[in-house]
């Protein structure tokens, strides 16, 4: 339809492109020079590399065990809310009762709350009980997770025949294993779909563990990196080191898993 | 499976357990607290509306309120724009068209607070740098000025967001068959009018969507004002969840602080519900 449009179109997009990636170009080219060429010229490549910033910023940062820390917390949560609030969708898509409505609109409500609503109060209960460390931290991950993936897992379930899980009981197999055996490998794609939406958030988060990890030694990546920061305000070198390091994985993630991650944002977006 | 089975509410425990304590519970107790004086520490008494009174005399408070409201209506705009335009650029038939998706996407794979830090520098060295080159004082200092600070958050939240955005509207244009577009090319459309008049009504919903996303990441930004400029020069770009954060963790004054947690909640919902309210009806019509 637009065929003569179609070259300053492209030339269009290209440019686009191009300021989008502009803020990452700048932040990478600086990173490699030392601190005086960043202070002389921000916008020409490096004269000459030097990876020290990084070197140093890879030790400051602590990288391998704040990486590992952001990963264990993403993996254990992700996989909990996964499977908690796809037996909970089950359970209310199957079953329908007034019960079922009041809890599936409680849970579609509770994504209307700011999180600085509950911030204070949420902060001190687990302070109480002592909670607040990992353990505390992944279980509020499954509370505020839970709302928009059992909204997707109600949605995609709906669409499941009954007739399947008579089928699995006349075989004699119970609630648990109609559901782990047939229900939840049909809902591969919507899973697919909660695990993305859920692991971009949690692996950004940091209002959440910055209040609630606080012993040294166990900071997320966005944790860890507020603090590193803070302390090389004024030293760019180290800092955009730092913020290159902390992108990295996330943008090899992306090129490997691009087209089920723009799939899955969209699919969670519309429904 | 029934209601009356211990099956249905072995499935629903997990999530159910937890939204109670992690949502349902604070809330109630955070309605409880915003009638106190509760500091942290501190036994509460109960103070019935006075910190309700206050937080609607409380400059601070407002200006941070306005703020937000000021930044939430630009950032929609500007947002939806981009986004529409981006989704339009990359479903005309572009050899590029996947690269760019890619791309335009990327920044939202990454959190606000490093996404913040890296515009802070963009903003302070590379506008500096480029300002001098090019002889424009105007690019120095960036960040340094409430009116900077403000075009700074705007421009970083539209960066992030559109692309997001993009992916919502592509969702819905994809959606539009060809041959309807085909048709209306027939009956002698030109362009601006195919997308005017077949495109747009088609889209609509898309626009429920995309604005009901903007307006509350916007209204609860906290990430991304933290690290580009962290509230300031003087609190003057400060929003609403940095305030309530700032009043609870660094001067202690909880009880209050909750109370503007409260409003924060109530507005929240409020504009949440109008807007879908609105938007749905808009579409019906359409």
């Known amino acids: 339809m637009w065929k003569s449009y179609l070259i300053p179109l492209e030339l269009l997009g290209i440019a686009l492109g191009i300021i989008w990636i502009l803020p990452f170009y700048l932040m990478i080219i600086n990173s490699l ?239 | 499976m029934r209601t009356k089975n211990i099956a249905y509410w072995l499935f629903l425990a997990p999530v159910l357990i937890a939204l109670t304590l992690v949502i349902i519970v604070p809330l109630l107790v955070g309605v409880y607290y915003s009638f106190t004086d509760w500091n942290g520490i501190q036994t509460n008494h109960f103070i019935g509306f006075d910190n309700y009174k206050a937080l609607f005399q409380d400059e601070k408070f407002l200006d941070s309120l306005w703020f937000t409201t000021k930044f939430s209506i630009v950032s929609v705009i500007l947002i939806n724009l981009i986004g529409l335009g981006l989704a339009l650029l990359v479903t005309a038939k572009l050899k590029t068209n996947h690269l760019l998706r890619t791309v335009f996407f990327m920044p939202n794979l990454i959190g606000g607070l490093i996404l913040g830090f890296i515009w802070q520098f963009v903003f302070t060295k590379v506008f500096a740098s480029f300002g001098e080159l090019i002889g424009m004082d105007s690019l120095q200092g960036w960040l340094s000025t409430p009116g900077t600070g403000f075009w700074g958050l705007a421009i970083l939240m539209s960066w992030q967001m559109a692309g997001y955005i993009m992916v919502i509207y592509i969702a819905y244009i994809e959606g539009v068959s060809n041959e309807l577009l085909e048709a209306a090319e027939m009956d002698g459309a030109n362009a601006f009018q195919k997308i005017r008049y077949v495109l747009f009504p088609l889209v609509a919903p898309a626009f429920t969507v995309s604005m009901f996303l903007t307006l509350s990441n916007s209204f609860k930004l906290y990430d991304q004002n933290l690290s580009l400029t962290a509230g300031g020069p003087y609190n003057s770009t400060q929003m609403v969840a940095m305030e309530i954060f700032n009043t609870a963790f660094t001067k202690y004054d909880m009880g209050y602080a909750q109370a503007k947690a409260v409003i924060f909640f109530i507005i929240v919902a409020v504009i949440a519900l109008i807007q879908v309210y609105i938007n749905k009806k808009r579409e019906v019509e359409m």
């Open chain 1, 33 to 271: 020079k030392t601190k005086r060429e960043i202070f002389e010229d921000t916008l020409k490549p490096p004269s000459s590399v030097t990876f020290d910033n990084y070197v140093q910023a890879f030790k400051e940062l602590d990288f391998i065990r704040t990486f590992g820390n952001s990963l264990l917390i993403l993996v254990v949560s992700v996989a909990l809310i996964i499977i908690f609030s796809g037996m909970a969708a089950y359970a209310l898509s199957r079953v329908k009762s007034r019960i079922s409505t009041v809890i599936f609109f409680l849970f579609v409500a509770a994504m209307l709350i700011p999180f600085q609503s509950v911030m204070i109060p949420l902060i001190t209960i687990f302070g109480k009980v002592e909670m607040l460390n990992r353990i505390g931290l992944i279980f509020m991950y499954v509370g505020f997770g839970a709302s928009l993936s059992i909204f997707l897992y109600h949605g995609a379930l709906n669409s499941i025949p009954k007739s399947l899980d008579e089928a699995a009981t006349i075989d004699g197999a119970n609630k648990f294993q109609i559901f782990w055996y047939i229900i939840f490998p049909m809902l591969k794609p919507i899973t697919v779909t909660v695990g993305i939406l859920n692991t971009i958030w949690i692996w950004n988060d940091y209002l959440l563990p910055s209040l609630v990890i606080n012993q040294k030694g166990m900071e997320t990546i966005p944790l860890k990196m507020f603090f590193f920061f803070g302390e090389y305000t004024k030293q760019w070198h180290l800092a955009l080191a730092g913020l290159t390091l902390a992108i990295v994985p996330v943008i090899i993630a992306y090129f490997f898993a691009q087209k089920s991650i723009i799939k899955g944002v969209s699919e969670g977006a519309i429904k």
